[in-house]
């Protein structure tokens, strides 16, 4: 969830029913991936402000998902399920309390899309190191 402002301190990986082959989950060190990138790229996304986020969600009443938001695949969320909302204003204020801006697109009017942009780089609030 890097699209959130408010990052959580600790994640919890669990397996209710292990892959029969493949099933891997990715992490990495963000001091290494810092460390990684070469300065003149961060001097970029300073100057820019950072990084746009941008999530896509269909609707669970519409008979077909919009198409950008099927490209998120069998695992993709309804703005129902994300929100727990399920009427549109309900789903705004949940955005809107993330610090996102939303509109409504698609033919019907019924998928939603949320964006933000976040600083890059932020001080790790224990460590004080600047993280990507």
């Not at 959130?4 to 029913?17: A, E, F, G, V």
């Not at 100057?47 to 941008?54: E, N, P, T």
């Not at 695992?75 to 909302?85: D, N, P, R």
Request: overall charge neutral.
């Amino acid at each position: 969830m890097v699209y959130n402002p408010h990052p959580t301190s600790k994640i919890l990986l669990i397996c209710l029913q292990h892959a029969q082959e493949g099933g891997e989950s990715m992490l990495a060190s963000g001091e290494a991936i810092t460390s990684a990138i070469p300065q003149h790229i961060k001097q970029v996304f300073a100057d820019k402000g950072g990084i746009k986020y941008k999530r896509t969600y269909s609707s669970a009443t519409a008979e077909q998902p919009d198409p950008a938001a099927a490209e998120m695949g069998p695992h993709a969320m309804t703005w129902q399920q994300k929100t727990g909302s399920d009427n549109k204003a309900g789903a705004e204020a949940f955005f809107r309390n993330l610090g996102c801006q939303t509109e409504w697109t698609g033919p019907t009017h019924d998928t939603l899309i949320a964006y933000n942009t976040l600083p890059a780089i932020i001080k790790h609030p224990k460590l004080g190191m600047s993280l990507w």
